[in-house]
């Protein structure tokens, strides 16, 4: 039974670490749309395709996947602190 909750809780500090790097690639991701959204959208010749329509509605969907990517973050990184938390506690149990 012990090698089962070794290993078990190896997985789960794994799965822990894993959405703790996907909660830092969250924030990466955000800050790259940022950039693009600054530079393509926020600037002068953006503003006037967005008002003429020029930019097809990408500077909202841009605007819509980074609200999305947000909602992502808090969710994993609570995620990945429970799950290292209770992998080391079945490791340290072992």
């Known amino acids: 039974m012990s090698k089962f909750g070794t290993f078990g809780g190896a997985i789960i500090l794994i799965v822990g670490i894993l959405a703790f790097i996907g ?15 600054e530079e ?14 020029i930019d097809e509605g990408q500077c909202q969907d841009g ?3 980074r609200e999305m990517v947000i909602s992502l ?7 990945g602190g429970l799950m290292s938390l209770s992998g080391g ?3 340290f149990k072992s």
């Open 23 to 37: 909660f830092l690639a969250t924030g990466a991701f955000v800050d790259y749309i940022d950039g693009e959204l």
């Open 40 to 53: 393509n959208c926020d600037s002068t010749s953006g503003q006037i395709g967005q008002i003429t329509g």
């Open 63 to 65: 605007r819509n996947t």
């Open 73 to 79: 973050q808090t969710p994993l990184l609570i995620f």
């Open 89 to 91: 506690l079945i490791i």
